[in-house]
């Protein structure tokens, strides 16, 4: 890497300095805080439409429907890049 060049960063962390494991790992964190996050935001949005509504929706929905998809793909998505990332400086030459 030269001089000029940083490392690729996420929150902070730097991704190029990271080896396989710790980076899958931070992947698999980024999809659970995904999963949690839209849980939350899908389970008070159908509090909100079942009281406004007067409606009777399963909670259980917000999981399979909302939550479930979100995680996966954040957790997939976050693995594809830092897996290329850490491939890439492999290829390159570094650590």
């Not at 060049?5 to 396989?20: K, S, T």
């Amino acid at each position: 890497m030269s001089a000029n060049a940083q490392p690729a960063r996420v929150l902070g962390i730097p991704l190029g300095d990271l080896g396989l494991f710790p980076s899958l790992f931070l992947a698999l964190a980024f999809g659970f805080m995904a999963f949690f996050a839209s849980c939350f935001l899908a389970i008070m949005s159908l509090l909100i439409w079942n009281t406004a509504t007067h409606g009777h929706i399963s909670y259980t929905d917000t999981y399979r429907y909302v939550a479930l998809p979100t995680g996966l793909a954040v957790m997939i998505t976050g693995m594809v890049l830092v897996t290329g990332s850490w491939l890439r400086r492999k290829l390159a030459g570094g650590n």
